[in-house]
């Protein structure tokens, strides 16, 4: 069962996105805003975007190509912690980090999306702020979700930890549960 939900690109939906890879940024404080879609070509054009708003204790980064058509890595940010989905074409399979070896208390993060919504997410589906960074940067270099990291494929909940072999983890930092 899919994660229902809109699949939009970001909250300026009437700019359209830049072809090649294009990185929109949304952040809450003092009022939630969002920025233009900035066309990036390199890491280093990805992190001078970032750089303005990585001090901010809640993002929203949305890393698109072609507008979401060949792909898209979206990063919502709360404190340390991120909440990383990677969609292979817009309205398209979907899949979500997460933290596999996670074995803490049974919490939730809040994470704002771009419409200013407050969801919880399962610490279970949430990794460090550093690697939702990497995650960007992967997929900035090599068009597809990071390898490294594990990832879950239209998970049932992510109010909740994946039950195991729920769901196939193609990741190669996965421990296979």
């Not at 909250?11 to 805003?33: K, M, Q």
């Not at 975007?49 to 058509?69: M, P, Q, T």
């Not at 709360?78 to 969609?87: C, I």
């Not at 960074?133 to 879950?152: H, I, K, M, N």
Request: charged share 25%; net charge negative; hydrophobic share 35%.
């Amino acid at each position: 069962m899919a994660i229902e939900g809109n699949k939009t690109v970001g909250p300026r939906r009437d700019e359209p996105s830049p072809s090649g890879f294009a990185v929109h940024v949304i952040w809450y404080t003092p009022v939630r805003s969002g920025g233009p879609y900035h066309s990036v070509t390199t890491v280093a054009d990805l992190h001078a975007v970032l750089r303005l708003y990585w001090d901010h204790e809640r993002l929203a980064v949305f890393l698109n190509r072609d507008g979401g058509d060949s792909g898209a890595v979206w990063v919502h940010l709360t404190g340390d912690r991120a909440w990383v989905t990677h969609f292979t074409e817009m309205g398209g399979a979907d899949s979500y980090c997460r933290d596999a070896r996670y074995s803490g208390p049974d919490e939730m993060v809040g994470f704002l999306l771009d419409n200013g919504q407050l969801d919880d997410i399962h610490r279970y589906w949430t990794i460090t702020r550093a690697e939702g960074l990497r995650a960007l940067e992967y997929f900035l270099l090599q068009g597809e979700r990071d390898p490294g990291l594990s990832w879950v494929e239209q998970p049932q909940s992510l109010q909740e930890p994946a039950e195991p072999r729920a769901a196939a983890d193609r990741g190669l930092g996965s421990d296979s549960e």
